[in-house]
C-alpha cells in the first residue's frame, strides 16, 4: 500500500515557468512533510518541509501549499531555473513514530 | 563538518556471497537508517536504528540484517546476495527520536550489483 503518492512522474518545463509537483497521502496520524531534492548521481537532500499547523511554507523560489482536508499537498517552484533539474521527493511521518515515508519521486527537467 | 560516510561506493558480487555496507557519521546522531533506491520506486526503508542494539525493521526487511555496536556506525549485511537486491543503498541519520522536524542526513549511496 502506497502512503504517499506523487504526481506526476516526470515532467518538462521551460526555464522561467512555475513548476508544481503534486503530492498525496492517505495516514491520518502524518503530520509532517518534508520535500527532498536528488540531483543526478547524488544523494537525497532536504529542500523545505511543513508541518500540520501550516498552510503555506515558503523559501524562495520554493513553496509548499498544503489542504489538510484533503490531504494533498504541491510544492511550487517559481521561475524555474536548469539547475533545479533532479528528482523530487515528498515524504511523510508521525510525530509518535520515527519512520518516514517516501513517494517515488518526480523527475523534473527544465529546458533552457 | 556534518558527513555521513559509506564504504565501499561500488561493489560487485556472485548470487550467494554475503555483502557487508558500512556507514558511519560524526555528527553523533541517534538515529540511523538504511534505504534503498531503486529507478521508479523511490527510497524504501528497510531498517531504523534508534541507538546502539536498538534496531527495527522497516518496510523492507527481508534478506537483511543490520548491526549497530557504536552510535556512530550502522552496518547493513546481505547473508547470501540475490539479484533483486541490485541497488543503491542509502545510508541516513538523525538528530533524534521522532521523525517531525528532524532532518535526514544522507551518505553517497552504495551501488551494489548482483550477478
Known amino acids: 500500500q502506497q502512503q504517499v503518492r506523487q504526481s506526476p512522474q516526470s515532467l518538462t518545463v521551460w526555464e522561467g515557468e512555475t513548476t508544481i509537483l503534486n503530492c498525496s497521502y492517505e495516514?491520518?496520524?502524518?503530520?509532517?512533510f518534508p520535500w527532498y531534492r536528488q540531483f543526478p548521481g547524488k544523494s537525497p537532500a532536504l529542500l523545505i518541509a511543513?508541518?500540520?499547523?501550516?498552510n503555506k511554507k515558503e523559501d524562495g523560489r520554493f513553496t509548499i501549499f498544503f489542504n489538510k482536508r484533503e490531504k494533498k499537498l504541491s510544492l511550487h517552484i517559481t521561475d524555474s531555473q536548469p539547475g533545479d533539474s533532479a528528482t523530487y521527493f515528498c515524504?511523510?511521518?508521525?510525530?509518535?513514530?520515527?519512520?518516514?515515508?517516501f513517494g517515488k519521486g518526480t523527475v523534473l527537467l527544465v529546458s533552457p | 563538518d556534518m558527513k555521513v560516510t559509506q564504504m565501499p561506493r561500488y561493489l560487485i558480487k556472485r548470487m550467494g556471497e554475503n555483502v557487508l555496507l558500512e556507514c558511519g557519521q560524526d555528527?553523533?546522531?541517534?538515529?540511523m537508517y538504511w534505504y534503498r533506491q531503486d529507478p521508479g520506486l523511490g527510497l524504501q526503508l528497510i531498517y531504523i536504528?534508534?541507538?546502539?542494539?536498538?534496531?527495527s525493521e522497516g518496510d523492507i526487511p527481508k534478506g537483511y540484517r543490520v548491526s549497530r555496536k557504536k552510535r556512530e556506525h550502522f552496518s547493513l549485511i546481505l547473508d547470501s546476495a540475490k539479484t533483486n537486491q541490485t541497488s543503491v543503498y542509502f545510508c541516513?541519520?538523525?538528530?533524534?527520536?521522532?521523525?517531525?522536524?528532524?532532518?535526514?542526513?544522507f551518505g553517497e549511496g552504495s551501488r551494489l550489483i548482483v550477478v
Open positions: 541516513a541519520s538523525s538528530k533524534d527520536r521522532g521523525n517531525s522536524g528532524n532532518t535526514l542526513y
Open positions: 495516514d491520518s496520524t502524518f503530520d509532517y
Open positions: 511543513i508541518s500540520l499547523v501550516s
Open positions: 515524504a511523510a511521518s508521525d510525530s509518535g513514530y520515527n519512520k518516514l515515508t
Open positions: 555528527m553523533s546522531h541517534e538515529t
Open positions: 536504528s534508534y541507538d546502539v542494539d536498538s534496531n
